[in-house]
């Protein structure tokens, strides 16, 4: 792993702490963020499939308490 993305990495997973947000819902939105910039969406539908995957996610965590 290069400098620059280990850096880039301890800063997320600071921000990530800070803000009470999983770092692997943030780790798979990026993912998928690089992913559908290579497909040709619409900007209504990239954001429901960001929301569909934030909502699966917190539904996943509240299921377990």
């Known amino acids: 792993m290069?400098?620059?993305?280990?850096?880039?990495?301890?800063?997320l997973i600071?921000?990530?702490?800070?803000h009470k947000v999983p770092f692997s819902l943030v780790e798979q939105i990026l993912k998928d963020a690089?992913?559908?910039s290579y497909q040709k969406t619409t900007d209504s539908t990239r954001s429901k499939q960001?929301?569909?995957l934030i909502?699966?996610?917190?539904s996943k965590r509240n299921e377990g308490k």
Do not use: M, P, V
């Open 14 to 18: 600071e921000l990530c702490r800070e």
């Open 2 to 11: 290069s400098d620059i993305k280990r850096k880039e990495k301890i800063l």
């Open 55 to 58: 909502n699966h996610h917190f």
């Open 50 to 52: 960001y929301g569909a």
């Open 34 to 36: 690089e992913l559908f």
